[in-house]
């Protein structure tokens, strides 16, 4: 979709560099509704959390919003008191300039943990910010809150309901810690369709949980993850609960689009996998089965030199938690079975999955024959280079 499209009525965005990077590279961004939103956000659920999700949390409680003000470089995380006054000013200095109460302000950070946010930069910048927002200023937005990221992410849908058309637009930043726990990293988006904010809330969360934390990339899960969206009903398209399936069909596409695309740029990654577990006794078991592969070191340093070492996943299954009997489990790399009732399937079938793992991306299926349970993850290879970008993170 050409960036030019990826618009949303009365919906405007920005990004700029205020100097809280050292690279000086954009660091800072906005989004603002021409009208109060209805609003609904999911967060992380580590017991450390950031002063902006602490923050960002009370001023959902009305269940409405107009501006979401983030910044990239410094997670405001681990910094007392003082970080939740700092997360407050960004919000009180977006309101200002915007011309609108703070509790309005949704805030996100992300970045080094436990360094003060440079709040008085992000103050100077907002003049600037708010005066470069733009109907098609979402790239720019999705510049601005990349860290370890390569390239921005940013989708883009439109819908229909009962003949009235509609649009949704979300950016999402993240290439390292992250796991199915929430959200995983940072999205915002936006719908200029009509939804009132409890249901926003209810779609809100099954999306992500089909979408976001379905996938893993180094098995950390951050404290900073937020998920935010505003709907300000501009298109006058309503959902409701007999239109809610058209609306959240279109926001799990598009979510599932920004899920691949974080996995795709994982930090180091040359490897897209889907783990897929079918056959397991109950859907528990399978996410169980699903998630302990998908997470682990040794399969993963294996899908990153193309090493068809079922062993390592096979075991990595039999350490889950989950009930299987090992002599009923197939192993299949795409349509090659390596593993057959528990034993492999000889120097034919390896050389036929390794010629699969040389794959930009591929699928990795257990079936353990037993049930009904069915679950997948996206996940990615652990690289050299992971090692390397995270051994450097701070400096």
Known sequence: MHVSKMVCQGFRAAGLACGIKKNGNPDLGLIVSDGLCQAAGVFTRNLVQAAPVKVCRRHL???TGQAIIVNSGNANCCTGKQGEQDALRMCSAAASELGMEPGRILVASTGVIGEPLPVDRIAGAMPGLVKSLAPDGFRDLAR???TTDTRPKIGWRRGRIEGRP?????????AGMIRPDM??????ACTDAEIDSALLQQVLLTVVNRTFNRITIDGDTSTNDSVLVMANGFSGARVDDQSRAIFQDLLTDLFADLAMELVKDGEGATKVVRVEVVGAANDEDARMIAD????SPLV???FFGQDANWGRI???????GAGFDPDRVDIFFDRVKMVNQGVGCGQ???EKATAVLHQPEFTVKLDFNQGSGHWSILTCDLSVDYVKINADYRS
């Open 348 to 350: 034919d079938a390896e």
């Open 183 to 188: 959200a995983t990293m940072l999205c915002f």
């Open 166 to 174: 509609f649009s949704v637009v979300a950016v999402a930043k993240g």
């Open 314 to 320: 096979i075991g990595a299954a039999g350490r889950s």
């Open 292 to 295: 302990t592969v998908a997470n």
């Open 300 to 302: 993963k340093t294996a």
């Open 144 to 146: 601005a809150i990349m």
């Open 61 to 63: 409680e009305t269940g």
